[in-house]
């Protein structure tokens, strides 16, 4: 809600227009080949006192009510929550009787399946669980999550909770 300029040679900022929220905001240099959990890895030395943090990817988009997701984080107790979404189908579904189309839906809401909408609240302690930069956050594959990637390991030891919302 405010527009800032950081002049990050001289170490100053502008701040030309304040309507700020009560934020902190630090930049971290993680560099070009870093994975996410290497990235996380190399921002927890900054958050590490707090009690939880948010995270996303940073290429998504959705409606995603932070506050009530950090109080469902605070609720269960666990290292980390995980923001559940039903996707809409990418195609159109119909069925046919015969010659008859008898249900025609353009590209409706799956019924059953969650995917990882991208957006997690996390304890500090997650860091535990990151080895180096080279540390894939979320597996790409069956293989790379049976190689106990952070997810992987936050789900089998029970510390990975997930609040659903619809796409």
């Known amino acids: 809600m405010s527009d800032v300029t950081l002049h990050l040679a001289s170490n100053r900022v502008d701040v030309h227009r304040n309507n700020a929220e009560p934020w902190s905001i630090t930049l971290v240099d993680t560099g070009d080949a870093t994975q996410t959990g290497g990235r996380l890895r190399r921002v927890l030395p900054y958050i590490k006192d707090e009690p939880y943090f ?64 991208g957006y997690f609240v996390l304890s500090p302690r997650v860091g535990e669980l990151l080895a180096d930069d080279h540390t894939v956050w979320g597996a790409r594959s069956a293989r790379a999550a049976r190689a106990r990637g952070p997810i992987a390991r936050l789900f089998t030891r029970r510390l990975l909770a997930a609040d659903g919302y619809a796409a």
């Open 54 to 117: 948010a995270l996303t990817y940073g290429d998504g988009l959705a409606n995603i009510d932070i506050n009530a997701e950090v109080e469902f984080h605070k609720a269960h107790g666990r290292l980390a929550t995980v923001a559940g979404v039903r996707p809409p189908s990418r195609f159109g579904a119909m069925t046919v009787a015969g010659a008859r189309v008898s249900i025609f839906a353009e590209k409706p809401k799956q019924g059953e399946g969650w995917i990882n909408g």
